[in-house]
């Protein structure tokens, strides 16, 4: 039988069969052998050693797609980074470092803009076309009211999508939102992981329906930099690309060079400042790091 790997703790994975339920196993001896690591979000192939317990082994882990680094889960999809448009304030620069590191890691990122029955239209545009002209797909929504989670729930169809986003930004309430009407699968996923020796949480997936994940993943909530040259960073910021040409040197930081494409794309407006400010602090945040 194949299925998906939804929470692994403590040697146990919990392995979702679309059609079939939940099935807890343990991992063959030939993994460690290997030093293989099964992560949330493979797929497997698992062997039934007791239908009635929902009791198996996994035999297989299927090729991955991709892998993240921290948290470490496979097979993502997509990154749905949440923030609230008021209270708290969004953060320009941690949704920044979050789009590097998923730029970094080659996984396509969404932005939710939650709570945006908070602000008006106009807050909401501005922020939108800031991304929206970076290339990433911007949704407005609301939990408390339900605005824009029709629009939410397509971008996630058939896809297995890594929630992220700081406290105190509606992310439970919006995926709860999500899942209301598809409840049978997530209470049984919950009455069979969520007990005795497992209460530390970690990354897990909930099933909204065939082929539809949300992974829950803590791990997102720490975003330091992955270890790249501060010559990288550039390549992390997908609407320099276009500017590049412009630039009088190869491999042009974007900082102090004289004729720089993308500072005179910035003085043009083209290209947002506040994009660019976040990019010259982490640019500095990779020098230091490499001095020290």
Known sequence: ????????????????IAGSGIYECKAK???RSRNIKPLVGDDVEIVVLDEEKRLGNLERILPRRNELIRPAVANIDLALVIFAAAKPQPSFQL???????????????????NKADLVSGEELGSVGRIYDACGYPVICTSARTGEGVSVLLEHLEGKVTAVAGPSGVGKSSLINRVQQGRQMETGEISRKIERGRHTTRHSE??????NTYIMDTPGFSTLYLPAFEKQELRRFYPEFA???????????????????????????????????ENYRLLYEELETNKRY
Do not use: N, T
């Open 205 to 210: 997936i909930i099933p909204v329906h065939e």
């Open 242 to 276: 276009a500017c590049e040409p412009r630039c009088r040197f190869g491999g042009c930081s974007h900082i102090g060079e004289p004729d720089c494409g993308v500072k005179q794309a910035l003085a043009e407006g083209v290209i947002s400042r506040v994009r660019y």
């Open 1 to 16: 039988m194949q299925g998906k790997i939804v929470k692994g703790i403590s040697g146990f994975y919990y392995v979702h």
């Open 95 to 113: 949704l920044d470092r979050f789009l590097v590191m998923m730029e970094y890691q080659r996984v396509p990122v969404a932005i939710c803009i």
């Open 29 to 31: 001896g030939v993994f």
